[in-house]
């Protein structure tokens, strides 16, 4: 069963829809978390005032504190480690912000309400927590929040209003945000351009408000298939791969971000014309694409801003998508709704990130609210800084306490299989091994080649037990070790016995897989053609049968291959004897040889050699280094 936060969706709106555009700027507020304190505008003689308000006093020759007004220190080390406190830290910040300092019981009634931010006022009231929680929240958030006269609340991603270089929440009242809205309805404001690079695929169009102006894709195969990774990225890890395969991607590389860059190069007039160029391309292979040295494109740019979201494979189908999820605003008719979707999205975030936490997350309404007061200051007094440290040292201290809990309770769980891992030893080890075994285990290793066949004759007992029986050291059977030993006839003994060559050992190995001899293997293969019915051979990854008469076949095949490889080894020899003997004649003997060479290298001549004067050549490199070699006015 779903909640009702979960069914809560909100209405969407265009910017590229003016008429409900421009419904939406009517009243414009800023949600009071979006605003900040303004810049102080500091001068000289009062920062000359608070430095000198910091400096130790001379009269106490230096024993004393004045910045929190203690002292004077009996010893060096307590006037160190008062320096190294937690209060007079506290105490300098609020002293160059030109605010008096706490007493060490004020600092410790402060630290006891969480709230040890150097910019705090005295007057500071008990809902500041929540209120710098969702100033953090909203200024980490990639959307910006705006209410109007109509009491709805909308948001609107930031990449469209500012980039992440702009500061628009100091100037106290938020009018930097709403001349930002009241922008995007100027004529051709609305003209951007949706560029996306990843993995060997380009895709890239200009949108003007809704209609799509110019559009491009481009695909290359740089990703190696089935693994996950870019060329380019293997490489960097060293031993780079010299298959054509990797070759191919490399120069496909290459091409892929000229083609890329003569796309944007040739889009250059349409891009000034853009008031966004927004932009998806995660690493330094695929950004090189978009900013490269010839380039339109610079990230210095106020225009190029990156996308705040994922984004799938780049095709102009996503293009297009991704334009029209950035132009998309939400829309709350009430703040009530807006609160309940806000508490809906964290409760999925919490449960899904926090996965260590088995609570329930607690809902917090009363911090949402202050989304509605729409003050005129618009001050909230903690920074920035002092939240992240807060947030920090609260996670540290949570996430230490919950290593500590599972250490202890994985400690608990191995105290617990220990006394099963020790009776599962026992029972291994209570395994006997019948004398009889034990006797033909040792027959087979050993050096005689017919004691296992006495052994076989004069066996009480079942057999074909005996021959299947593991060894517990390495999970050989009798066909196991016969195999590494080597021996095909006990092979084949074991085998007309019961040994079933489809059991493995310790190491998932069949008898046929465990033997590196040939002879063996052969033996296993002859033995399959003579009794075919008689195992399961498909899982004893025999490959298959083998008959007296394709053996003398092969051994035949085989033959003939050396014949042909000697005869080929000497027709070579052959071959480099009449060369060696060419090359050492002169030039005039060459000449009148009866089989023409090269007259450098002595291979053989093509249909129209190469020649100057009587000299002639297999190739102009050849022509060109005898030249060289022996001019012209030179005998041999």
Not at 191 to 219: D, E, N, Q, Y
Not at 290 to 316: I, M, Q, W
Not at 441 to 456: C, D, P, R
Request: aromatic share 6%.
């Amino acid at each position: 069963m779903s909640s009702k936060t979960d069914l809560i969706k909100p209405k969407t709106v265009r910017v590229f829809d003016l008429d409900d555009y421009e419904k939406l700027l009517k009243g414009i507020q800023v949600a009071a978390c979006m605003i900040t304190e303004s810049h102080q505008i500091v001068d000289e003689q009062s920062v000359l005032k608070r430095l000198n308000a910091l400096t130790i006093n001379g009269a106490s020759d230096g024993n004393c504190c004045s910045c929190c007004g203690v002292g004077p220190f009996e010893t060096r080390a307590q006037q160190t480690a008062h320096y190294k406190n937690h209060w007079h830290t506290h105490n300098l910040k609020r002293k160059l912000f030109g605010k008096s300092a706490l007493t060490l019981g004020q600092f410790n009634s402060r630290q006891d309400d969480s709230s040890v931010s150097g910019s705090d006022s005295e007057t500071e009231s008990t809902n500041s927590k929540p209120a710098s929680d969702l100033f953090a929240a909203a200024t980490r958030h990639c959307k910006a929040f705006f209410t109007n006269q109509a009491g709805q609340v909308y948001c609107v991603y930031r990449c469209i209003l500012h980039h992440k270089k702009e500061e628009l929440s100091t100037d106290g009242e938020g009018y930097a945000w709403i001349e930002r809205c009241q922008r995007l309805t100027i004529p051709g404001y609305q003209r951007w351009a949706v560029l996306m690079v990843s993995g060997g695929h380009f895709a890239g169009a200009i949108f003007s408000a809704a209609v799509p102006v110019v559009h491009k894709t481009h695909h290359s195969y740089v990703t190696r298939r089935g693994q996950g990774q870019a060329q380019s990225a293997r490489d960097q890890h060293g031993n780079m791969p010299r298959s054509a395969g990797a070759s191919l991607r490399r120069y496909n590389q290459a091409q892929f971000l000229e083609h890329v860059q003569e796309i944007i190069a040739s889009w250059s007039e349409d891009l000034i014309g853009c008031s966004l160029v927004l932009y998806r391309a995660v690493g330094s292979t695929n950004q090189a694409a978009l900013f490269g040295k010839n380039s339109p494109l610079k990230r210095e740019d106020l225009r190029v801003r990156a996308l705040p979201f994922p984004t799938r494979k780049p095709t102009y189908k996503e293009v297009k998508r991704v334009h029209d999820t950035v132009a998309s605003i939400e829309v709350y008719q009430t703040m009530e709704l807006f609160q309940k979707a806000l508490i809906a999205a964290s409760g999925k975030t919490s449960k899904t990130t926090d996965s260590t936490v088995t609570k329930k997350p607690q809902k917090s309404p009363g911090w949402i609210k202050a989304l509605s007061e729409q003050s005129s200051k618009g001050v909230l007094t903690n920074s920035r800084k002092d939240l992240i440290i807060d947030n920090n040292s609260i996670s540290a201290r949570s996430s230490c306490s919950e290593q500590g809990v599972l250490e202890e309770k994985k400690a608990k769980k191995k105290k617990k299989k220990k006394p099963e891992e020790k009776q599962e030893k026992l029972k291994k080890v209570v395994v006997k091994i019948p004398a009889n075994v034990k006797k033909m285990w040792k027959a087979i290793s050993g050096n005689e080649q017919n004691s296992l066949e006495t052994i076989i004759e004069t066996w009480e007992g079942d057999l074909e037990e005996a021959c299947n029986t593991q060894d517990p050291t390495d999970g050989n059977t009798a066909l196991h070790k016969a195999a590494i030993a080597a021996k095909p006839d006990m092979v084949t003994q074991i085998l007309t016995a019961g040994g079933d060559p489809c059991i493995k050992n310790h190491q998932l190995q069949t008898p046929y897989a465990a033997t590196p001899h040939h002879d063996t293997r052969v033996a296993f293969r002859l033995f399959q053609a003579q009794y075919p019915e008689k195992y399961n051979y498909n899982k004893s990854q025999i490959p298959g049968p083998l008959t007296p008469e394709m053996l003398e076949i092969e051994k035949e095949k085989k033959l003939q291959q050396k014949r042909a490889k000697r005869l080929r080894e000497k027709e070579k020899q052959v071959e480099k004897n009449k060369t060696n003997h060419f090359l050492h004649l002169t030039d005039a003997q060459k000449v009148k040889a009866e089989v023409p060479r090269c007259f450098l290298c002595a291979s053989n001549l093509p249909k129209v050699p190469f020649e100057y004067d009587s000299y002639k050549f297999c190739t102009v490199k050849c022509l060109q280094n005898h030249r060289n070699v022996r001019p012209l006015h030179k005998s041999a």
